[in-house]
């Protein structure tokens, strides 16, 4: 669903539509999503590699609490943000999302709104993401929002890789002012396999997987066909993000 691969100031000059499927995978990461989240509060990747590296100990990872007595966070509050909220909900005792695109009329029950920007990240105790990749949003999490946050919170980003500074996550991981970070997306994609954060012992990885499910693997491209039917028999795609001339 994001279109931050396609260059739309160029389809915009040429007359060209672009098109796009804006809801196909959200029930798949907003789970994917408070999944890992889960992960992380419960220690799960943590645990997982103690064991397998010989050591039984359930203290090792650091301090445990309750989700019930956590605060999670959401950078953005469009369809996937809601879904991850709706899921999350059970588990945690707070949900506060920051996003000033959407009007107050239109934001949605069982999420508080935090103010700023600022606010969500001292507030959450863990924050996931769920922004698109534009040049406002770009390394948007960096060292002084991470440095608002709770000493032992947590970082997801399903979103974009872009969104996140590496550096100032890695020294946030190094420094102990985050407990861990679940990261499904890096910039660029695959990452360099030297890259620091695929080896660090407080971080869990995905390859870029949230999105998918045979469902919505089935959805997505079936929409995507029915954009260029419609296409072919209107002239213009049901779904799109440039209104082409052509």
């Not at 032992?152 to 946030?172: K, Q, T």
């Amino acid at each position: 669903m994001g279109v931050d691969a396609v260059d739309l100031e160029a389809a915009r000059e040429h007359g060209v539509w672009v098109a796009y499927v804006p809801d196909a995978c959200v029930p798949e990461v907003g789970v994917h999503a408070v999944a890992m989240a889960l992960a992380l509060v419960r220690h799960l990747p943590f645990y997982d590699r103690a064991v397998r590296e010989g050591r039984w100990d359930y203290e090792e990872p650091g301090v445990l609490h309750r989700p019930t007595h956590l605060t999670f966070g959401l950078l953005g509050c469009g369809r996937i943000a809601r879904q991850a909220g709706a899921s999350a909900a059970p588990s945690f005792g707070r949900v506060l999302a920051y996003d000033p695109y959407v009007p107050a009329e239109n934001w949605p029950d069982g999420i508080e709104r935090a103010p700023n920007i600022e606010t969500l990240f001292r507030d959450s105790d863990v924050i996931s993401l769920h922004a698109p990749i534009v040049a406002e949003t770009r390394h948007i999490v960096d060292t002084a929002l991470l440095a608002r946050m709770k000493p032992g919170s947590y970082l997801v980003n399903a979103a974009r890789g872009g969104l996140v500074d590496p550096d100032a996550l890695l020294n946030a991981l190094d420094s102990g002012q985050l407990a861990g970070a679940a990261l499904d997306v890096f910039e660029p994609e695959p990452p360099d396999m030297n890259d620091p954060l695929l080896h660090h012992a407080r971080v869990m990885v995905t390859p870029h997987a949230a999105y998918y499910s045979v469902e919505g693997d089935e959805e997505g491209r079936g929409r995507a066909v029915h954009n260029i039917i419609d296409f072919a028999r209107c002239g213009r795609p049901n779904d799109f993000v440039v209104a082409g001339t052509k």
